[in-house]
């Protein structure tokens, strides 16, 4: 991880990834991690989201803020309309407004834009 300009950096293990985020720790906090292996949750406002019926798991571009994502979902959260799923590094999804999360079942293939502003928050 980079951190700079209330950015963050997260370079995926095995990758050429390089996903730019907002982050609202200040860098003074995250310091001790750049470089560093890092957990934390990132959360992203989809687009009208699609089912996929082929393909991989890719988020584009591959150096940048995300704005083409391609995932596999891993859980859904219907109180706050909002998917959990797998694309290159997991990431909550706030669904479109006009979709429910219902609409979205543990495994299926889906993809979407992604509004600018995507976050990471760093966890303990």
Request: proline content about 6%; hydrophobic content about 45%; charged content about 20%.
């Amino acid at each position: 991880m980079a951190a700079s300009d209330g950015h963050v950096v997260l370079r995926v293990p095995g990758t050429n990834y390089m996903i730019r985020l907002s982050c609202a720790a200040d860098e003074r906090d995250l310091a001790p991690q750049v470089g560093r292996r890092v957990r934390g949750i990132v959360h992203a406002k989809a687009l009208k989201m699609n089912h996929a019926a082929g393909g991989g798991v890719f988020v584009e571009p591959v150096d940048g803020h995300p704005r083409i994502v391609q995932g596999r979902v891993i859980a859904t959260d219907i109180g706050r309309n909002r998917v959990l799923a797998d694309v290159v590094v997991p990431m909550w999804l706030e669904v479109a407004p006009g979709q429910a999360a219902s609409d979205f079942a543990t495994g299926q293939l889906l993809n979407f834009y992604v509004q600018s502003g995507a976050t990471f928050t760093p966890v303990a």
